[in-house]
């Protein structure tokens, strides 16, 4: 999810009894992933950096968080029968040094991973997002070079707009399309053997 970047560079980020405590623009460009993660820590706002830039997530939705709720719950009940885990955001994954996401899912198949780390993620085995209309092409463009940059297996794109869910798997240093799948059928992992959700059923949380 994101708002427009321009928006976003300009956006107070951080209020207390309404006195501006910390904005954005000024170091813009010069943030350093230590404040980011102080700053991240002290607000509950979704931040997400790049290259010394802070961009601020706009709050989901709650159809956002019944979609999010639903796939976490299916995902739950399937890892941890294989000793997996999966968490939802907030929480912080690095791509690689200098930049950090926050997908609305991530899993592990093996919950004792290194790279679950406390205070964020170095990688994942499967990550969710659910598109935002305010920048779809956020969800659908970026962030799967973001995630095949970071070699995560597998990554869902679960897009209300188009009711489809567009599964891609890792090949080489970029994303193929495993399936695209449409109410009336089932969205099938192809990392989690034996894993599906009805698409009907995503789209129609609540």
Sequence with gaps: MAIDTKQANLRLIWEQQGEVVVSLDPLQGHWTEEQYLLISDQTNRLLEYTDGAIEVLPMPTRYH????????????AAVQRIGGDVFYAPLRLQVRP????EPDLLLILNKNDPRAQNAYWTGADLVVEIVSPDDP???????PRDYAEARIPEYW?????AGAITVLTLEGDAYVTHGVFHRGERAVSKLLAGFSVSVDEVFDAT
Aim: glycine residues 8%; without cysteine.
């Design 65 to 76: 968080q019944a979609i999010s709720r639903m796939l976490f719950l299916a995902l739950l």
């Design 137 to 143: 092409g956020r969800d659908t463009e970026e962030k």
């Design 98 to 101: 200098g930049k950090f996401r």
């Design 157 to 161: 794109i679960v897009d209300p707009r």
